[in-house]
């Protein structure tokens, strides 16, 4: 699953990067990857919380 996952987010980044030019694509990237972060953050301190 992750090996699949570079290509096709290159292919992705490639487009929006062609469309909309490349600091949107970049900066849509980053935005995605810290709401990522935010969404993993969140869920992983609410299963320790249940945990203990």
Known sequence: MF???????????GAVAHRLGTPFALAFGAIICAVSALVTLFVIRRREATIR
Request: aromatic share 0%; net charge negative.
């Open 3 to 13: 090996g699949a996952m570079i290509p096709l987010g290159s292919l992705e980044a």
